[in-house]
């Protein structure tokens, strides 16, 4: 295995891919003017901006991370693009905050490997987070390991052995990695190795010392903690996740669009929204089932369904599963779904299958669209056969129609309105 990768990074997790795929693009002029909280849900590149090759490196990290493409491949394919775009060397470029042309590092051997680095370094460590998280109840405590850097700071020596609980404060600010090149790890582990290694539940966590930063760049002084390189006192999952609950908690309109948009394809792939995707499935067949013996009793229409909502009514919780993109007028109001969507798609046998729900955000991208005069939006995806129409209600797109015509194609040139570019 390449020396370049973490041990690791022997397969790309679902829970990994997503983290960094789910990141909005930044360009910046300097890695200080955006803060450490929202490396979380942006991808960013220092002295990108300007320049036309923010989606080069981009891509070419996602490959990397889903192809556990070494260093030295990543390097070749990617530098000729950067110098034919003059993202190269050192040059003069105009500095945003002050207007003032200065000479730069853009492209380098040197930047590659921190710009490799550091983002897979933090997508596994997302991943990591997401797994703990899932596993804690049997696996409740984490113990810091060894570095494998050939120089090690002298604090995060100090800090190897450190048992603590999952969700002690501690790992807040010291989940690894812990500054630029660290190569620190985590191990979960069970109740009783934490016992079998010393841990005692009541000497508490270590003492964090702080020290006071000053970001030149904003004039913002802030506090890290003594050993962690600024910008690096974050947890990237445990970020992601108070995202998901800013989400449940009905907050959704306050974040930001790009951690709005994480947020949602977390929540969308995370076990709770499957269970409320399947419970919507098995009553939507239940009531599909329900509808012979009601006809057999001489209802119909409007009759058989106000029965159904009696019997086997659907859940009035309301999701969003993505974020509406540009095409739809707006790049920030995201789509909702409730469970009489997916039901009725059950009663009619075109369920969706539950592992698509992610991807929506990419779906309405790329699907076909028409507008009419209503402000209902209808979509289409040759790329899946699937169908949508979503309706706009004020600060939300509601998705009420989701299903696979047998039409196809077909099937959305025969609805109304006017296509959108």
């Known amino acids: 295995m390449p020396a370049d990768l973490p041990v690791e990074f022997l397969t ?5 891919t997503r983290y960094f795929r789910e990141k909005g693009s930044r360009p910046t002029f300097d890695w200080r003017d955006i803060a450490p909280r929202e490396h979380a849900y942006a991808f960013t590149v220092a002295k990108s901006a300007g320049f036309d090759v ?29 110098q034919a775009k003059g993202w190269w060397g050192k040059r003069f470029a105009e500095d945003p905050a002050d207007d003032v042309s200065k000479i730069v590092q853009l492209g380098s051997p040197r930047r590659l ?34 570095s494998l850097a050939e120089r090690r700071r002298p604090e995060h020596r100090g800090w190897v052995g450190i048992i603590l609980p999952v969700d002690d404060p501690f790992w807040n600010t010291h989940y690894p990695p812990n500054g630029w090149g660290c190569k620190c790890g985590v191990r979960q ?7 079998r290694l010393g841990y005692d539940p009541e000497a508490g966590g270590p003492q964090i010392v702080m020290r006071p930063w000053r970001n030149r760049r904003t004039g913002q002084t802030v506090t890290v ?17 108070q995202n998901v609950a800013e989400l449940l908690s009905g907050r959704l309109g306050e974040l930001p669009t790009s ?17 409320f995707v399947q419970d919507a499935i098995d009553v939507g067949l239940k009531r599909a089932a329900r509808v012979t013996a009601l006809k057999a009793e001489g209802l119909s229409g409007r009759d058989i369904e106000a029965r159904l909502n009696g019997e086997l009514g659907f859940a009035m919780t309301r999701f969003p599963v993505a974020v509406a993109p540009g095409r739809f007028g707006d790049d920030h109001l995201p789509v909702m779904i409730d469970a009489a969507t997916i039901g009725h798609a059950a009663d009619h046998r075109r369920v969706v299958d539950v592992s698509a729900w992610p991807d929506f955000g990419e779906i309405l991208k790329r699907a076909r669209l028409r507008h009419d005069l209503a402000g209902t939006m209808r979509a289409f995806d040759p790329k899946t056969g699937l169908f949508m129409v979503l309706d706009p209600l004020g600060r ?5 129609t989701l299903f696979r015509p047998r039409g196809k194609a077909r099937y ?3 609805q109304p309105g006017t296509d959108v570019e």
Do not use: C, M
């Not at 921190?114 to 596994?124: C, E, K």
């Not at 582990?189 to 016992?195: C, D, G, M």
């Open 189 to 195: 582990i069970s109740r009783r190795e934490a016992e």
């Open 225 to 241: 903690p003594v050993g962690i390189d600024p910008g690096w006192d974050t947890n990237p999952g445990k970020t992601r996740g």
């Open 412 to 414: 959305f040139e025969k």
């Open 113 to 146: 490997r921190t710009i490799y680095w550091a983002n897979i370094r933090t997508a596994h460590a997302a991943g990591e987070w997401e797994r703990t998280q899932r596993t804690k109840r049997f696996l409740p405590y984490l113990v810091y390991t060894l």
């Open 396 to 400: 939300h797109w509601r998705l009420r």
């Open 259 to 275: 951690a709005r948009r994480a947020a949602i394809a977390d929540f969308t792939a995370s076990p709770a929204f499957k269970v």
């Open 12 to 16: 790309a997790s679902p829970e990994v």
């Open 54 to 82: 923010l989606e080069d490196l981009r891509k070419a990290v996602d490959d990397a991370i889903v192809n556990r493409v070494p260093f030295e491949d990543f390097k070749a394919r990617l530098t000729p693009t950067l």
